[in-house]
């Protein structure tokens, strides 16, 4: 294991909560739901109590996606609904 995947994952140790920005990955040509994949992989597979919370979402396809994913929250606004 490298030195900075070691430090990824006891950030990923030491936090609670990690928020990737669904929409804003889009934006800049980014896979933000294979990052949701792989880190919803590796919290599972190493046990950690961190939780996923999908931000940013701006549509349906977000919502029923970033669940499909294995986000466990998704801060969903008032427009997605309407």
């Known amino acids: 294991m490298s030195l900075s995947f070691s430090r990824y994952l006891k950030v990923l140790w030491l936090s609670k909560l990690i928020s990737p920005f ?5 934006d800049i040509g980014t896979d933000a739901y294979q990052l949701i994949s792989d ?3 590796i ?3 190493y046990g950690f109590d ?8 701006s549509n349906t396809v ?3 996606t970033v669940a499909k994913r294995g986000a466990h929250i998704a801060m969903i606004p008032d427009a997605v609904f309407d």
């Open 22 to 26: 669904v929409g804003r990955l889009e």
């Open 39 to 41: 880190l919803r992989g």
């Open 43 to 45: 919290i599972d597979f």
């Open 50 to 57: 961190t939780k996923i919370i999908a931000a940013s979402i």
């Open 62 to 64: 977000h919502v029923e």
